[in-house]
Structures are given as C-alpha cells and as structure tokens.
C-alpha cells in the first residue's frame, strides 16, 4: 500500500510538470496571470542549476583588505558614552554599499543607538569617538564599481543620518540608474581590480527578448521591476513581488534567455524575500553582471549587490543603509 500510494505520487508530479512544460510552450503572446505565472516562468523544466565561470568577488583581496585598526586612545567623558552607544563596520568587511546622499556618494559604516545632541559641544564629542574608535577614516581610498567600469573615491569626513553613521566620499553618483553602487576597499596600496572596464555580450534575439518580456504584466496588487544585463545565458532578470510585505509575501524571479525563453530564478538575500531592481555593474570585468537591488521585508529595508553563483541564483555579497520602520 506504501508503494502504490509513493507510485501514485511520483504520478502526480510527473504529471504536474508535463502541464507545466505545455503551458509555458505556448507561442502565443497572452499576458502572464498569477495562475499562469509558475508555468510560464519554468519553460525549461529539465534544466538544474549548475556554477557560473566567474571569479568570487571575494576571493583575492579577503587578507590583504582587512580595514585599519583604529588608533588606540583615552576617550573624555562625553566621547566615551557615544562609544558605549556606538556600533561600527567589523574590520574584516570589505564590500559596502555607496548611495547618492544629496549630491555626493556616501556609505553606511556604523550606527549610534540613541542618536547624536546637535549642540556644538555633542558634535565636538562625536568627532573625537570617531577618530578614536571608527576602523573607517578620512582619507582612506576605496573602488566604485560602476556599470562601465571602476573608479577610485576617497573619504572625506563623517556625517550623521538619524542613527546611522555615513562616511562621504568625493565622488559624484552618476546617472539615476546608478544611485546606488558595490563599494570595496582593497587595501593599502590598493590591489588593483582585474579589469579597468566591464565586458560586453552579445545582445541576442532582441525581438523574442521583447516578446517575453511583455508576456508578464502585474497585478493590481503588484509590482514589477526589470533589469537588462549579461546574466550568464540570460538577457534580462525580471521580479514580480506583491505590493504588500507580510511574513508570508513571496515574490517570482524570472530569467530571460538571449533566444526569449524563460526560467524561473532565485535571488538569495539572507532574510529579505522581495525586490526592487535597481541596476547592475561588473565588479570584475568578467562579462557576468552583478545586480543593484532594495531588498523588502517588513518592517525592514535595505540595499543590497548581489552575484551569480549558479546558473539561476543570485547571492548577496554587499549591503548597507539599513532601515527600520518601526
């Protein structure tokens, strides 16, 4: 009976997925329904994920970029109670995130729980914590990673944003796409990056690409954001999440190939199940993007880079300017 019931099962299954694989074969240009949506996102059934050629961005510079240690020194009195309230960067991260703040890049290196006075005497103690305690100085030279290619910014002094501790740099965010970029410190002297320039790839069939594209349209309790990259096999990374964050809130990835067929993707972000995309770059030049994403949760919002690891899965490696809406 055990048997028979397995059987029975394995049956089912085998059965789900051949209606699965017709459905999604289906030339015609109906759009995408959240019935539909599953099927149309797994037009290649048979396929399993499998590692991308390309280097980790972490792999070459984990030791030789371990930050500074801060200079040890007595703090006073007032210095000394922000330090008791104040938690900064470890000082083995290397990979942080730079968002446009006002007209400059900035990157999140700590916060101070409780906040900052706006005295000059609190802001006097402020500084002195910082040039006390903070692993991250003025001066210190980190590598933007841009979509066309890398830049070198420097720290040019602390600023305050609610609790959060911002480090400005002297750089300039570029274009609207790219408010929001992978940053690294790669050491001093600074290891150099492996390409000065991203690569190219080639744009694959333009017309099917658009086809399957506008297959998926939201909801009225939906959203969906698209990036057009080089995605190893894939042209184009599309997110279809619901307009409400619950617990329960799941979103569906779904990846576009350069012939116009589809697959369903995962990107793994710790505890964050929904997505904005938001842009890509190519932290190593190797032709294989990297994505820019909001990442969702309740409550919760962050910013986010992450890379492929398989042929269906992106990962986070970078992340920064958290915030609580509580």
């Not at 916060?111 to 609190?122: H, P, Q």
Request: hydrophobic share 45%.
């Amino acid at each position: 009976m055990r048997c028979a019931r397995l059987a029975g099962v394995g049956a089912g299954l085998v059965l789900a997925a051949a209606g699965c694989s017709g459905t999604a074969s289906n030339g015609g240009s109906a759009p995408v329904t959240p019935d539909s949506l599953s099927a149309a996102a797994d037009s290649i059934p048979e396929e399993r994920p499998d590692p991308v050629v390309s280097s980790p961005p972490d792999s070459m510079t984990m030791v030789l970029s371990l930050l500074p240690a801060p200079p040890s020194s007595t703090l006073d009195a007032d210095a000394a109670a922000l330090a008791e309230r104040a938690v900064f960067v470890p000082r083995t991260q290397r990979w942080f995130m730079a968002k446009q703040i006002d007209s400059v890049a900035g990157m999140d290196v700590g916060r101070i729980d409780g906040g900052v006075g706006t005295s000059e005497s609190a802001r006097a103690a402020l500084q002195r914590m910082l040039d006390a305690r903070s692993p991250v100085r003025p001066g210190m030279v980190f590598s933007m990673h841009t979509r066309t290619g890398t830049i070198a910014t420097q720290v040019t002094r602390f600023q305050m944003s609610g609790r959060r501790i911002l480090a400005l740099l002297d750089a300039r965010m570029l274009d609207s796409g790219e408010r929001t970029l992978p940053i690294e410190w790669r050491g001093t002297p600074a290891v150099p990056v492996h390409a000065a320039s991203a690569a190219t790839c080639a744009p694959g069939d333009t017309a099917a690409i658009a086809a399957a594209v506008a297959r998926f349209v939201p909801g009225p309790k939906e959203a969906i954001s698209l990036l057009r990259g080089c995605f190893a096999d894939f042209r184009v990374l599309l997110s279809i999440r619901p307009l409400e964050i619950t617990p329960e809130s799941i979103e569906r990835v779904v990846l576009v190939r350069a012939n116009g067929k589809t697959r369903g993707g995962r990107l793994r972000d710790l505890s964050y199940p929904l997505h904005e995309l938001l842009g890509v770059t190519d932290v190593n030049g190797d032709g294989t993007n990297e994505i820019i994403v909001r990442s969702l949760r309740p409550a919760m919002e962050t910013w986010a880079a992450l890379r492929m690891t398989d042929s269906i899965s992106f990962t986070r490696f970078a992340s920064g300017f958290t915030l609580e809406k509580r």
